[in-house]
């Protein structure tokens, strides 16, 4: 007989995930919708979509830093989700395009620090076994895909408020499972400001983030625009829940059998193959034409996303000198859903507006072709060098 312990440290953040991308899932694709609703156009949608991560850019390694710097880890974390409620009830009651500026700002700054200090966490729970991160991430994905299909239901039967609704009570829930656990603090065995330096001065950092960049960029152009495209397609809000649900199941697996993908083809072979995959999503995309073939598409979210955030966070925390796990993920965090989502999110409206989403979907795939070439060169250069392991 199996008996499930109420106590066991790795079921609060199990159940943070599950009910923090549930919560994600019932409002952030909708929210393209509800400013096309709202009579704003492709160009405001764009700035829209890319403040979030370009103010997540700078808040969430800001946030981690200064959680780092003063060990108050939970109250920044209680605070973000408590924060985050409220952004998202001033969101629903925004009148203007102004109005939805400041609202998404408070947005964006409340919530761009919470995953990096809960993966920093588990990290440190897992201790010498981080290779199953995955396995606790993957709730996360089990979230998303129940939460879509019942979200778009809702909005296709009540309207788009309800995204709203159905994403703040969810959000309760979260603050209540973050009493659950104790966010860990880290042990800082030196000067925040020495370590920070450490880190910043790293080449194989800023290596391995221009492929997170592209990746963060190449996620909020799907992100963002799938959903208009699925739209001009015919396809209706069930349809699009179901489209958030498919690409989770394949999100589910590449998270499940992330330690041994990672053991398999290393950090930088994972990071590779996802920016293959990239491509070849996006100009399945592009040229897709049926509702149905974006659904099959979609079972590539697990291979990309996935699998770039797996080896991502892996590499961060490789990386991170000891205490500075914070704020190593809340660059890591800043770099792919801040700097990179902008750029994707932004140049992707004023694509959109004057080319079409089959054109947008064609750019980025060129652009992910090039950045993998440029990275496998610099890589095979490096190692050539000795400045990188063979297998990092």
Same mark, same amino acid.
Not at 342 to 371: D, K, R, T
């Given at each position: 007989?199996? /008996?499930?312990? *109420?106590?066991?440290?790795?079921?609060?953040? /199990?159940?943070?995930? +599950?009910?923090?991308?549930?919560?994600?899932?019932?409002?952030?694709?909708?929210?393209? !919708?509800?400013?096309? #609703?709202?009579?704003?156009?492709?160009?405001?949608?764009?700035?829209?979509?890319?403040?979030?991560?370009?103010?997540?850019?700078?808040?969430?390694?800001?946030?981690?830093?200064?959680?780092?710097?003063?060990? /108050?880890?939970?109250?920044?974390?209680?605070?973000?989700?408590?924060?985050?409620?409220?952004?998202?009830?001033?969101?629903?009651?925004?009148?203007?395009?102004? $109005?939805?500026?400041? &609202?998404?700002?408070?947005?964006?700054?409340?919530?761009?620090?919470?995953?990096?200090?809960?993966?920093?966490?588990?990290?440190?729970?897992?201790?010498?076994?981080?290779?199953?991160?995955?396995?606790?991430?993957?709730?996360?994905?089990?979230?998303?895909?129940? $939460?879509?299909?019942?979200?778009?239901?809702?909005?296709?039967?009540?309207?788009?408020?309800?995204?709203?609704?159905?994403?703040?009570?969810?959000?309760?829930?979260?603050?209540?499972?973050?009493?659950?656990? #104790?966010?860990?603090?880290?042990?800082?065995?030196?000067?925040?400001?020495?370590?920070?330096?450490?880190?910043?001065?790293? /080449?194989?950092?800023?290596?391995?983030?221009?492929?997170?960049?592209?990746?963060?960029?190449?996620?909020?152009?799907?992100?963002?625009?799938?959903?208009?495209?699925?739209?001009?397609?015919?396809?209706?809000?069930?349809?699009?829940?179901?489209?958030?649900?498919?690409?989770?199941?394949?999100?589910?697996?590449?998270? +499940?059998?992330?330690?041994?993908?990672?053991?398999?083809?290393?950090?930088?072979?994972?990071?590779?193959?996802?920016?293959?995959?990239?491509?070849?999503?996006?100009?399945?995309?592009?040229?897709?034409?049926? %509702?149905?073939?974006?659904?099959?598409?979609?079972?590539? #979210?697990? %291979?990309?996303?996935?699998?770039?955030?797996?080896?991502?966070? $892996?590499?961060?925390?490789?990386?991170?000198?000891?205490?500075?796990?914070?704020?190593? #993920?809340? !660059?890591?965090?800043?770099?792919?859903?801040?700097?990179?989502?902008?750029?994707?999110?932004?140049?992707?409206?004023?694509?959109?507006?004057?080319?079409?989403?089959?054109?947008?979907?064609?750019?980025?795939?060129?652009?992910?072709?090039? &950045?993998?070439?440029?990275?496998?060169?610099?890589?095979?250069?490096? *190692?050539?060098?000795?400045?990188?392991?063979?297998?990092?």
């Amino acid at each position: 007989m199996f /008996k499930i312990s *109420i106590d066991h440290p790795l079921l609060a953040p /199990k159940a943070f995930y +599950f009910f923090y991308f549930a919560a994600m899932a019932s409002l952030s694709p909708f929210l393209v !919708l509800y400013y096309e #609703q709202r009579g704003l156009s492709g160009s405001q949608i764009g700035l829209l979509a890319g403040l979030p991560p370009l103010i997540g850019l700078f808040s969430a390694p800001f946030v981690g830093g200064l959680a780092d710097a003063t060990q /108050k880890h939970s109250l920044f974390l209680r605070g973000g989700i408590v924060s985050l409620a409220l952004a998202i009830l001033a969101l629903s009651l925004a009148g203007s395009f102004v $109005a939805f500026i400041f &609202c998404i700002i408070f947005y964006a700054f409340s919530i761009a620090s919470i995953l990096p200090l809960v993966d920093n966490t588990v990290l440190d729970l897992l201790g010498d076994r981080k290779n199953q991160y995955g396995k606790q991430r993957l709730w996360g994905s089990v979230g998303w895909g129940l $939460a879509a299909p019942v979200a778009g239901l809702l909005v296709d039967n009540s309207g788009l408020r309800w995204a709203f609704y159905v994403c703040f009570s969810i959000l309760l829930v979260l603050l209540a499972v973050s009493f659950r656990f #104790q966010v860990s603090r880290g042990h800082l065995n030196r000067n925040f400001w020495s370590g920070l330096r450490l880190l910043l001065t790293n /080449k194989r950092w800023f290596l391995f983030l221009s492929v997170i960049f592209t990746g963060g960029a190449s996620l909020a152009i799907i992100h963002s625009y799938l959903f208009l495209y699925l739209n001009a397609l015919g396809a209706g809000a069930v349809i699009m829940g179901l489209a958030l649900t498919v690409s989770t199941i394949s999100e589910f697996l590449v998270m +499940f059998y992330a330690d041994r993908l990672l053991a398999r083809f290393g950090t930088r072979g994972l990071l590779i193959l996802a920016l293959v995959i990239f491509a070849i999503r996006l100009f399945g995309y592009a040229y897709a034409s049926l %509702p149905w073939v974006i659904l099959l598409l979609q079972l590539l #979210q697990g %291979p990309t996303f996935a699998g770039m955030w797996m080896a991502g966070v $892996a590499r961060a925390d490789e990386l991170a000198p000891p205490g500075m796990g914070a704020t190593a #993920q809340g !660059l890591l965090s800043g770099v792919m859903m801040g700097l990179g989502s902008a750029f994707g999110a932004i140049s992707g409206g004023i694509i959109y507006q004057n080319w079409g989403i089959p054109v947008l979907f064609q750019l980025n795939g060129l652009v992910v072709l090039l &950045c993998l070439m440029v990275y496998v060169a610099t890589s095979w250069r490096l *190692i050539r060098l000795k400045l990188i392991p063979t297998k990092s």
